[in-house]
């Protein structure tokens, strides 16, 4: 009889721990976690498709986007990390009634005259552009530098008649405006050890069409293999719309969902998708006028 009231309580206590093992196993820490020296290599590419009436007729735009660029941790202090960052890569895909338009900063070629051909020399001379920032393994953004330097970059390598195109670099490439693109890449880490089915909310803000745009994302850890963490992501865009009168985009609303890959080890992304459905208001002239906006995003991340 000793020997089974002996047994019992050890046997309980082995259950216990196994218990706690397993509860263990299945949180994990998604953060930012590169090391200095490493690199990275982060591709984004948008699939777009916008419907709009003008003058009683229906217009639609096509256009495929691709972005790549090189990251490489350069310093990391007191939690923070610096990262150099490099465009490598630009692409695009433009269909508009008929007007075509095709450019590969791999392959450059020439893409003729007017005003689609100038649009492929603004993303041709990205290529090569370089900024940095900071950032900690909660995905907060502190510091961004080289945003000017980049733009002149970019300004310097444009053709005559490309007014139009230095205007719009005020707007898109600003520090406030790159400090939220950059977020955009950092922004899912939830800050605390998570399991699978949990779930955590952020908020963000960012520039589109000259409109200040929030996103309310809702992120659920659904599955952990190994080193791969799949989270999926629901998110709901909402723009109270531009007191600006040179803006295109007067207000907008949209929903989108998706799933990430993160690497556990570094906490990149290691592959994405992303469904994006959005309706605006913009404007014509004096003229405002209903828009829908489909979009496809995909990312692939590796690590060099």
Known sequence: MKKYLFVLPVLAAFAYLAGCNSSADNTVALKFKLPKGTRYEYAMNMEMKMNRQMMGKDIEVKNTMGFTYLFEVTNDSANWKTLSSTITKV???????????????????????????????????????????????????????????????????????????????????????????????????????????????????????GMSVKSDNTYTLESVNGDDAVVKVVAKMSSAGSNDVNADARSMTGNGQGKIHYDLKTGMTSDGDMDLKMDMKVKADTTEMPMTMNMKMKMRGKKL
């Open 91 to 209: 692409s695009m895909d433009m269909d508009v009634m008929g007007s075509i338009i095709h450019f590969d900063t791999d392959m450059p070629n020439d893409t003729g005259r007017g005003p689609l051909a100038r649009m492929g020399k603004v993303f041709g001379a990205m290529k090569g552009s370089q900024f940095s920032f900071t950032v900690n393994d909660k995905g907060d953004i502190s510091e961004i530098r080289g945003i000017q330097e980049m733009r002149e970059k970019i300004l310097s390598g444009l053709p005559d008649g490309a007014g139009w195109a230095a205007a719009g670099m005020k707007n898109v490439f600003d520090e406030e405006s790159m400090k939220q693109n950059v977020h955009q890449a950092f922004q899912a880490y939830p800050g605390k050890p998570v399991k699978p089915g949990d779930s955590w909310t952020k908020t963000t803000t960012q520039k589109m069409q």
